[in-house]
Nanobody, 124 residues
Framework: QVQLVESGGGLVQAGGSLRLSCAAS????????MAWFRQAPGKEREVVAG????????HYGDSVKGRFTISRDNAKNTAFLQMDSLKREDTAVYYC?????????????????WGQGTQVTVSS
């Protein structure tokens, strides 16, 4: 049974940092395309970042480029999202996703596995 468990969310002031973790079981993150999406109240789910399984190519949403970094620790079977210079508009539930097709980013409906989400709230 595949599980993706996110952690690391919380309340942070604008300009601060958080590091989200996505611990996987039942799959090997090094063989999957991993991604982070987010959804704010009343808004559609949007891509934050993705990383491919071959070559670890990365993709970032325009709103987070230069501030967020996606990475993967194969030994820990965990994906991470380092979020720096946080803004109020980054407030959302953040979801981890995985898919065996392994591309650096795919449409959200193409991801086979999803975590339960972790809340990130950025205050001014």
């Amino acid at each position: 049974q595949v599980q993706l468990v996110e952690s690391g969310g919380g309340l942070v002031q604008a300009g601060g940092s958080l590091r989200l973790s996505c611990a996987a079981s039942g799959l090997t993150v090094s063989m999957y395309g991993m991604a982070w999406f987010r959804q704010a109240p009343g808004k559609e789910r949007e891509v934050v970042a993705g990383i491919s399984w071959v070559g670890s190519s990365t993709h970032y949403g325009d709103s987070v480029k230069g501030r967020f970094t996606i990475s993967r620790d194969n030994a820990k079977n965990t994906a991470f999202l380092q979020m720096d210079s946080l803004k109020r508009e980054d407030t959302a539930v953040y979801y981890c996703a995985a898919d065996l097709r392994g591309r650096e980013i795919q449409a959200s409906y193409e991801y086979e596995y999803w975590g339960q989400g972790t809340q990130v709230t950025v205050s001014s």
